[in-house]
């Protein structure tokens, strides 16, 4: 059992019959009245967020996961194939597994895998990816009409926002988390 006192991000619980990630969680002390936790947390099997205030001290199963590297093979259509690193057996799951954060996954790309008895729960992508620009506009010399940055289609299909220098072909640095450009590499 775990207590809202124990909560840490990344922390997986049973809640109404299902098993939620800690994504998010925030102690709020209102003036005479019990303390409550503020978390956001996302449903394992469906990648749903839920917003959920819980009152300090309520307890929850702690679901112990197991993280195992794993690498991305292929995709066909919905199912997505990756080899596990330590056993070397393919396992597939839905694109709902997967979730957003297959914006940025390439080919024979290294990421964790949370694993829950031999079942494949979670992908984990690293914090940072580097990518190729496919396709941008080139950049004019002194134009800032745009605020210095212009959309640039990456090798895996996602669309960001880049600054102005740079150029197709480029390699960058995009944070996985929330889409951003980081730096060129």
Same mark, same amino acid.
């Given at each position: 059992?775990?207590?809202? =006192?124990?909560?840490?991000?990344?922390?997986?619980?049973?809640?109404?019959?299902?098993?939620?990630?800690? /994504?998010?969680?925030?102690?709020?002390?209102?003036?005479?009245?019990?303390? /409550?936790?503020?978390?956001?947390?996302?449903? /394992?099997?469906?990648?749903?967020?839920?917003?959920? !205030?819980?009152?300090?001290?309520?307890?929850?199963?702690?679901? @112990?996961?197991?993280?195992? !590297? /794993?690498?991305?093979?292929?995709?066909?259509?919905?199912? @997505?194939?990756?080899?596990?690193?330590?056993?070397?057996?393919?396992?597939?799951?839905?694109?709902a597994i997967v979730g957003p954060q297959l914006a940025y996954l390439?080919?024979?790309?290294?990421?964790?895998?949370?694993?829950?008895?031999?079942?494949?729960?979670?992908?984990?992508? !690293? =914090? =940072?990816?580097?990518?190729?620009?496919?396709?941008?506009?080139?950049?004019?010399?002194?134009?800032?009409?745009?605020?210095?940055?212009? !959309?640039?289609?990456?090798?895996?299909?996602?669309?960001?926002?880049?600054?102005?220098?740079?150029?197709?072909?480029?390699k960058i640095r995009v944070d996985t988390r929330s889409g951003d450009y980081l730096e060129r590499a």
């Amino acid at each position: 059992m775990i207590s809202t =006192s124990d909560f840490r991000n990344g922390i997986v619980i049973r809640f109404e019959h299902g098993m939620y990630e800690i /994504i998010d969680f925030q102690l709020v002390r209102m003036q005479q009245r019990q303390a /409550i936790v503020r978390t956001k947390l996302k449903n /394992i099997k469906t990648g749903n967020v839920l917003e959920q !205030p819980f009152r300090s001290g309520d307890r929850f199963e702690e679901i @112990y996961v197991e993280d195992r !590297p /794993i690498q991305y093979l292929y995709n066909d259509g919905d199912r @997505y194939h990756f080899m596990d690193n330590e056993t070397y057996h393919e396992v597939t799951v839905s694109k709902a597994i997967v979730g957003p954060q297959l914006a940025y996954l390439k080919e024979n790309m290294e990421v964790q895998g949370r694993y829950l008895n031999d079942e494949l729960l979670l992908i984990q992508l !690293p =914090s =940072s990816v580097i990518l190729e620009v496919t396709e941008t506009e080139p950049g004019v010399r002194g134009d800032t009409a745009k605020s210095g940055t212009k !959309p640039a289609k990456v090798e895996t299909g996602a669309t960001i926002k880049v600054p102005l220098f740079v150029n197709t072909g480029d390699k960058i640095r995009v944070d996985t988390r929330s889409g951003d450009y980081l730096e060129r590499a």
